[in-house]
Antibody, heavy 120, light 108 residues
Framework: EVQLVQSGAEVKKAGESLKISCKGS????????IGWVRQMPGKGLEWMGI????????KYSPSFQGQVTISADKSVSTAYLQWSNLKASDTAMYYC?????????????WGQGTLVTVSS | SYELTQPPSVSVSPGQTARITCSGD??????SYWYQQRPGQAPVVVIY???ERPSGIPERFSGSSSGTTVTLTISGVQAEDEADYYC???????????FGGGTKLTVL
């Protein structure tokens, strides 16, 4: 069974750093794209970027380029999303999702989400 | 940046047909995907590659494409279909993925 299990909720202060994780299991981790999606409170889905764990090829949305870093460690089948300088506006639910075979777009499996709360 | 445009809300009575549109300049070059998101839950793909339905998704969900507009159709709407629906695609280069703003489906 394919599963994406994300790390738990975080409460941070503005200016702090943070790294959240997404561990894949039940499939060959290195051969499927993993994307990150933001959902601010009461708002829609926003695509942040994707990574191909096999070679760490990474693509960022222009809206998030330079604001976050996406990485992966294939030895532990885990993708990461990190911030070096959190802002209150980063408060949101963050989802990781696995692409369909060969696809960067179609996300057939999703993590349960990680709620990040940043206080000013 | 590339955008997909959806109506903010659609309302239908149980048993009727709901149609949710999504327009974008990269259609039909790029495929469209549709996700259903119920409150407090992660999204679930209900249509992929414009009109394909994943296993486990009821037959009342269908997708179609015409020019620069794609449509999610839910026939015989049920109360359980009340949710937010998002279209997704990519820009012309296929590099950047984008979601539409979402449509709240209300079952009256």
């Amino acid at each position: 069974e394919v599963q994406l299990v994300q790390s738990g909720a975080e409460v941070k202060k503005a200016g702090e750093s943070l790294k959240i994780s997404c561990k894949g299991s039940g499939y060959r981790f290195t051969t499927y794209w993993i994307g990150w999606v933001r959902q601010m409170p009461g708002k829609g889905l926003e695509w942040m970027g994707i990574i191909y764990p096999g070679d760490s090829d990474t693509k960022y949305s222009p809206s998030f380029q330079g604001q976050v870093t996406i990485s992966a460690d294939k030895s532990v089948s885990t993708a990461y999303l990190q911030w070096s300088n959190l802002k209150a506006s980063d408060t949101a639910m963050y989802y990781c999702a696995r692409g369909m075979s060969g696809s960067t777009s179609c996300y057939t499996y999703w993590g349960q989400g990680t709620l990040v709360t940043v206080s000013s | 940046s590339y955008e997909l445009t959806q109506p903010p809300s659609v309302s239908v009575s149980p048993g009727q047909t709901a149609r949710i549109t999504c327009s974008g300049d990269a259609f039909p070059k790029q495929y469209s995907y549709w996700y259903q998101q119920r409150p407090g839950q992660a999204p679930v793909v209900v249509i992929y590659k414009d009109s394909e339905r994943p296993s486990g998704i009821p037959e009342r969900f269908s997708g179609s494409s015409s020019g620069t507009t794609v449509t999610l159709t839910i026939s015989g709407v049920q109360a359980e279909d009340e949710a937010d629906y998002y279209c997704q695609s990519a820009d012309n280069s296929g590099t950047y993925v984008v979601f539409g703003g979402g449509t709240k489906l209300t079952v009256l």
